[in-house]
């Protein structure tokens, strides 16, 4: 089945600073992928997706690039924010196309 | 209001003691899906359901059962919990695109722990 890897598990960063999050997948079909954001004691929520027929998506500061070829898809955040502190999941649908398997987390912690 | 609801939000209960935790959308979607949360483990699925009578295991599956008799109730048995299914679950739905889930929608979390 899939494998979804996420790095690094920990990310702290000064306010105004990027942010980036890397996650592997290992199923070359896999055709969505999705990026949830969960803050301290709250459900996930989606916060962004891109699907395979393309390679960059942005919304306002949050982008997502995905590389097919190298099987791994990427989060950038720019102009950090206190509010951005939370962990972050990725997730890649699979072949089959009928589950999401998730990454284990980032925990991002945004320094005043 | 579109919402996926969760009850109970908190059970702690003892081992061998079968218990269900009830998930309920109000948004007619099809996908439906059980998920726990351990640290540095991420989101692991349990079970899923594409539609109603249509159910299938996740990656982790063993010591729970499901059903989906209705579209919009999908609860999540333990027939005899272990300290080991201490964890939290949340319940989501997605519409089905292409037969598959999209962007999933969440409960609130039932945080469980069995002594």
């Known amino acids: 089945g899939e494998n979804v890897e996420q790095h690094p598990s920990t990310l702290s960063v000064q306010e105004g600073d990027s942010a980036v999050i890397k996650c592997t997948y290992s199923?070359?079909?896999?055709?969505?992928f999705p990026w949830y954001k969960q803050e301290l004691g709250k459900r996930p929520q989606l916060i962004i997706d891109?699907?395979?027929?393309?390679g960059e998506k942005k919304d306002q500061r949050i982008a997502v690039t995905l590389n097919k070829t190298a099987k791994h898809f990427s989060l950038h955040i720019t102009e950090t924010q206190p509010e951005d502190s939370a962990v972050y999941f990725c997730a890649a649908k699979g072949a089959a196309g009928n589950k999401l398997t998730f990454g284990g987390g980032t925990r991002v912690l945004v320094k005043p | 209001e579109a919402q996926v609801t969760q009850n109970p939000r908190y059970l702690i209960t003892v081992t061998g003691k079968k218990l269900t935790v009830t998930c309920s959308q109000n948004?007619?979607?099809?996908?439906m899906s059980w998920y726990r949360q351990d640290p540095g483990l991420g989101l692991r699925q349990i079970y899923y359901?594409?539609?109603?009578?249509?159910?299938d295991k996740g990656d982790v599956p063993e010591g729970y059962k499901v059903s989906r008799k209705e579209k919009r109730n999908f609860p999540l048995i333990l027939e005899s919990p272990s300290p080991n299914q201490t964890s939290l679950y949340f319940c989501?739905?997605?519409?089905?695109?292409?037969?598959?889930?999209?962007?999933?929608?969440f409960g609130p979390g039932t945080r469980l722990t069995v002594l």
């Open positions: 359901s594409m539609n109603v009578e249509v159910t």
């Open positions: 989501a739905s997605s519409p089905a695109l292409a037969g598959g889930p999209n962007e999933q929608f």
């Open positions: 948004m007619n979607h099809e996908y």
């Open positions: 199923d070359s079909a896999s055709n969505y």
């Open positions: 891109i699907r395979s027929n393309v």
